[in-house]
């Protein structure tokens, strides 16, 4: 299975787009859909300072790295539920 953008092995398979990427294009693709969706849905102004409460677990780190690449100014907040 090959990356559809650079033809380098790919490391996933993204089914419902119907195409495979390596790490490095997956990374751009989604930051690229981030971005895309902050946008259509306007949800964080370029002048806002979003706060991730970040739970350590892929998703909120995630979050929290893509907001920052993608320009903001993102904080994170450590919560630990039920510990
Ligand atoms: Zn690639």
């Not at 195409?19 to 690229?32: M, P, V």
């Not at 949800?43 to 920052?68: C, E, F, H, Q, R």
């Amino acid at each position: 299975m090959k990356c559809r953008v650079c033809g380098k092995e790919a490391n996933i398979r993204l089914s419902a787009y119907n195409t495979a990427l390596c790490a490095d294009d997956f990374l751009t693709f989604f930051e690229r859909r981030v971005t895309r969706a902050i946008q259509k849905y306007n949800l964080i102004d370029k002048t806002d300072s979003p706060l991730v409460a970040v739970s350590g677990g892929k998703d909120s780190l995630s979050l929290w790295y893509i907001l920052n690449s993608a320009g903001l100014q993102a904080d994170g907040i450590l919560y630990r539920l039920g510990h």
